[in-house]
């Protein structure tokens, strides 16, 4: 736990105001919060300015709740000297302050940090490699989605002596310099690209740009690191030249370090292959949904083999993961099956989701709705969609204005025009879903996270 003397040294602050009751070196936090409403008896609360809301301005509630400390910004210290928070520590960025602490933290820990980034897979990626190295060491994660500038950091200020590894989800979609920032708060030295797709287009320009974005963890790694690099997609398997450590390819070619074959799709109830490397091959089975996982297990494997875990180690992890991503399988109204990948979507998680789709019985319905912050490749990836949906979906219900691209391209693709339905808002969909469902469907609602198409899925929840 963090000592009131860590937090000066690790933010090279001012103690303003101190509680004489509250010696340095015995005085501890037991918890690092930006949120006023999260703070407890033992709370450093960091006063971060936001967008909407500056933290100043809650420091009364946080230490209302009983927080030890507050980190405020020299310019608006007043705010929490007005609250009479116990401890006080003046610096001249917050968030900067928060970053400072928390690679601090890291540095006085001995621990193995591994970094995961890439436009997709980067949740479950994280989850079932700590699931895997959970087999031997003592590992921290990501809660949630805390990858960002504050989240990592959050992340990081929860180390204690007993952590052996850290796996760190990081984030980076708004602008170039931000990945390398995390890297070096966290400094990994496994780095792992998942995937680079056309995703935030809007934000980042080009693919390339995004592809550049994400190979900053790769150029950030040491010299006795490890990168872990997907064969298989071109913008990342290029990232090997910004190595200055060692690199294993995966893939599902037998020109990779590590790579799969024999691949199985058990539709909900996951997935299966067989794992090559070094001359050796071991059977695998993974309760991830849809063949395009296949590159999660084998991201895990990859870690884990660095790691020193055997193939039995790494299998035995694997069969123990629970899926714990933001795709759901829930019960429908008449018997149907639910599957809600509602929080986000791209074209190319869009197919994967299809995919999954296709591969469970009885008749599948597609609910799609409009992919947001695509830019230039709007068009293209909703027609692409289109495609897709065109082979294995029997029923396609659409809403918002892009869609109607995906309604074009899959009527051009030969699916009839009596089985694709565009509706001009969410309510519509729900009438129209209710009155084409039958018993044994197999129905996927996705779209990106401003279309909320989780509404719809609440109308035909089996609450039963």
Not at 85 to 94: C, E, F, L, Y
Not at 364 to 391: K, P
Request: glycine fraction near 10%; charged fraction near 25%; charge should be negative.
């Amino acid at each position: 736990m963090l000592t009131l003397r860590d937090i000066i040294a690790g933010t090279e602050g001012q103690l303003i105001l101190k509680d004489s009751s509250l010696p340095m070196d015995t005085s501890v936090v037991t918890s690092v919060c930006i949120d006023s409403r999260q703070c407890e008896p033992g709370s450093l609360f960091v006063a971060l300015p936001g967008e909407r809301y500056d933290g100043h301005d809650f420091v009364d509630c946080a230490v209302r709740n009983g927080a030890t400390a507050v980190l405020a910004d020299s310019e608006k210290v007043s705010k929490a000297l007005d609250a009479n928070a116990p401890v006080v520590i003046s610096v001249p960025d917050a968030l900067v302050a928060l970053q400072n602490l928390a690679h601090f933290w890291r540095r006085s820990h001995n621990v193995d940090v591994i970094g995961i980034t890439g436009s997709l897979g980067k949740t479950t990626a994280k989850e079932l490699i700590a699931t895997v190295l959970g087999r031997r060491f003592s590992v921290l994660k990501n809660e949630g989605n805390l990858n960002t500038e504050y989240g990592l950091p959050l992340t990081l200020l929860r180390l204690e002596p007993h952590h052996q590894m850290a796996v760190m989800e990081m984030g980076g979609a708004y602008r170039m310099g931000e990945i390398a920032e995390l890297a070096a708060i966290a400094e990994p030295r496994i780095g792992v690209i998942t995937t680079v797709a056309p995703v935030h287009l809007e934000r980042m320009g080009t693919i390339e740009a995004i592809a550049e974005n994400k190979s900053e963890l790769i150029s950030s790694l040491p010299g006795d690191g490890v990168a872990i690099l997907n064969n298989d997609n071109p913008y990342v398997r290029s990232m090997r030249s910004k190595a200055r450590c060692s690199v294993i390819m995966y893939g599902t070619s037998s020109d990779c370090d590590i790579w799969a074959d024999e691949i199985e799709s058990f539709g909900l109830e996951g997935i299966g292959f067989r794992l090559q490397w070094g001359g050796g091959s071991h059977p695998f089975r993974v309760r991830l949904l849809g063949r395009h996982n296949v590159y999660t297990a084998l991201m895990a494997a990859a870690v884990g083999l660095v790691e020193g875990l055997s193939a039995p180690d790494i299998e035995e992890g694997m069969a123990s993961f629970e899926v714990k991503g933001r795709l759901a399988i829930r019960k429908g109204i008449l018997g149907t099956t639910l599957i809600d990948d509602t929080y986000n979507a791209s074209p190319d998680s869009m197919v994967a989701a299809l995919d999954l789709l296709s591969e469970t019985p009885g008749r599948h319905i597609a609910v799609l709705s409009d992919m947001l912050e695509l830019g230039d490749y709007e068009v293209e990836g909703h027609r692409r969609v289109g495609c897709r949906a065109a082979r294995g979906v029997d029923r396609l219900i659409l809403c918002g204005p892009l869609c109607r691209t995906v309604r074009q391209a899959a009527v051009d693709s030969g699916m009839p025009e009596d089985r694709v339905m565009h509706c001009e808002d969410k309510s519509e969909v729900i009438a129209y879903l209710k009155s084409v469902i039958q018993r044994g469907d197999y129905i996927l609602f996705k779209g990106s996270r401003g279309m909320a198409m989780e509404e719809v899925v609440k109308e035909v929840l089996d609450t039963n």
